[in-house]
């Protein structure tokens, strides 16, 4: 079990080698980047503020329900809600929805070339398969990821607004005073930051996934599982580091 | 000229090339026959690097493959044009794409000369108006057709082909094989053809390695392949009624 752990790092830091290596050709290379970056943008916009909205709405009504003591503040629903969505919920939650969304997509793009010799035939013809399809994909999670991810705090405390605007459990007056309160921009560098290393791990680890299989189709559907697992549970370990880290 | 030396190739536990040795000659179109499951694809796969023997060597004129540096390996694979016994086509791209990707890749021609080249290719192996379809939109054989122009679009020095006519009509695998033929004799290139299809076999093959079980079993030419006293090639070349027949009136 550890050997195995052990040679599939090495396998993949290996892999990764390769994926960063110089493209063969760069204006391709940067076709194919615009092309990932806004397939991967806008695929996923519709379902990433739908669940933003919704997770936004929890959040501020489940705070809501917990500090309803005329000791504390009312304000301090807005403030708590917007850290918990800064801070936690918007940059992991909204990350693994992606590792479902555009990893598992990823293993199956290229799995399926796998399966189909298509990465072989790129192989035999002298251009580097990991370079050429991983790189561009990996590279435009990385920059479209955080920009989801911006995206999805917006649309997060629009959710929590609408909410405390509909319940009418606090006023949207004292819900927004605690929305400002104390704000710190680093909270965003810090959400944007673990992002950026997330949409890196979902997107390799995916691709890696993807690209080893050696099979048929039915090894496609293991594949796919795989990489969702193990870059899930990836997250959460690097969550947890680069909280202490940055925190 | 590509030389086999010794090779054998295992996967796991099972051995599925044994010691082979042969020659594949420049200018000539090579054969590789054998019956299914023998070992052809296994071994063409070995010669252009996609599998790494165990052991035995693949010299591209005296220079062994496996060893060479990676930026060397990359420049001798541009000269390469491959055609998988699956086509491989890439089902993101429309046809033209496809044929056009190498040269997109490997040449700097303007957009116009591209596609007259693409076109030029498409027409040699009888396919019109496909340009833009995609993979999935083509006939088995019409796919097959494409990856073959795909394989010759860039002008390779070394052309592997994997069953190129098989799944094609009688009159189409025909056609394939004369291009083969003109395409290796105009360009004077190395080609490496696997085939089953007999008639292949008796009209185009320069060279013939005869593969059984992963054993490579009689060399030689389509001149001396109907007479040869090779029990195991006289039972693949004469399993058919048809080739029965041929056989009593030689
Ligand atoms: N990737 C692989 N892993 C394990 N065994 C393999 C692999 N590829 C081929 N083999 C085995 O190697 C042997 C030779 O296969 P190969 O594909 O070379 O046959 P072939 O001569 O090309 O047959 P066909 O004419 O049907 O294409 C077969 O027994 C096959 O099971
Ligand atoms: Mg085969």
Avoid at chain 1, 96 to 118: F, H, K, P, Y
Avoid at chain 1, 143 to 155: A, D, H, R
Avoid at chain 1, 156 to 170: D, F, H, K, Q
Avoid at chain 2, 42 to 67: A, I, M, Q, W
Wanted: proline letters at 3%; aromatic letters at 10%; a negative charge.
């Amino acid at each position: 079990m550890l050997k195995n752990t052990l040679s599939i790092i090495g396998e993949y830091i290996l892999f990764l080698k390769k994926v960063f290596s110089k493209p063969d050709k760069s204006k391709i290379f940067f076709k194919k980047l615009l092309f990932e970056m806004e397939s991967m943008g806008i695929g996923s916009m519709l379902i990433v503020s739908i669940v933003s909205i919704a997770m936004g709405s929890v959040i501020t009504t489940q705070t809501a329900m917990q500090i309803e003591s005329s000791w504390i503040p009312s304000w301090t629903v807005g403030f708590v809600s917007r850290t918990s969505i800064v801070m936690e919920l918007c940059p992991t939650i909204i990350s693994l929805l992606l590792v479902g969304n555009l990893g598992s997509r990823i293993t199956a793009e290229i799995g399926s070339m796998r399966v189909t010799e298509q990465i072989d035939a790129l192989e035999v013809m002298g251009i580097n398969p990991a370079s050429y399809l991983v790189l561009p994909k990996v590279l435009a999670a990385m920059v479209v990821n955080p920009i989801l991810i911006i995206f999805s705090i917006f649309f997060a405390l629009v959710g929590g607004y609408l909410t405390v605007l509909i319940t009418g459990c606090i006023t949207p007056y004292h819900f927004m005073d605690g929305l400002t309160y104390c704000f710190r921009p680093y909270d965003i560098f810090y959400a944007v930051t673990k992002t950026f290393v997330f949409a890196f791990v979902m997107s390799s680890v995916a691709a890696f996934y993807g690209y080893r299989i050696d099979g048929g189709a039915l090894e496609l559907g293991k594949a796919n599982t795989q990489g969702i697992v193990v870059s899930s549970f990836i997250i959460l370990i690097l969550n947890v580091l680069i909280t202490q880290i940055m925190l | 000229m590509i030389e086999v030396n010794n090779i054998c190739k295992y996967f796991g536990e099972k051995q599925v090339l044994f010691d082979v040795n042969t020659t594949f000659e420049e200018g000539k179109v090579n054969l590789i026959i054998g019956r299914s499951g023998s070992g052809k694809t296994v071994l063409l796969k070995c010669l252009v690097g996609l599998f790494t023997p165990e052991s035995g060597v693949v010299l591209y004129n005296g220079r062994s493959f496996h060893d060479l540096p990676d930026k060397d390996k990359h420049a001798l694979r541009a000269e390469m044009g491959m055609v998988f016994q699956g086509s491989a086509l890439f089902d993101s791209m429309t046809i033209e794409e496809n044929v056009m990707f190498p040269l997109d890749m490997f040449t700097e021609m303007s957009l116009e000369e591209k596609r007259e080249r693409v076109n030029f290719c498409l027409e040699r192996v009888d396919l019109h108006n496909v340009n833009k379809l995609y993979p999935a939109e083509l006939s088995g054989g019409m796919q097959k057709r494409a990856a073959f122009a795909r394989g010759i679009a860039c002008n390779p020095r070394y052309l592997f082909c994997d069953e190129p006519n098989s799944g094609l009509d009688p009159k189409t695998a025909l056609l394939i094989d004369e291009l083969v033929v003109d395409i290796t004799h105009d360009l004077n290139i190395t080609t490496v053809v696997n085939t089953h299809d007999l008639n292949s076999v008796i009209t185009i093959g320069e060279t013939i390695s005869f593969i059984y079980e992963g054993h490579l079993q009689w060399r030689g030419n389509k001149d001396n392949v109907l007479t040869s006293d090779n029990e195991l090639l006289n039972d693949f070349i004469y399993a058919q009624p048809l080739t029965q027949r041929i056989r009593q009136n030689l």
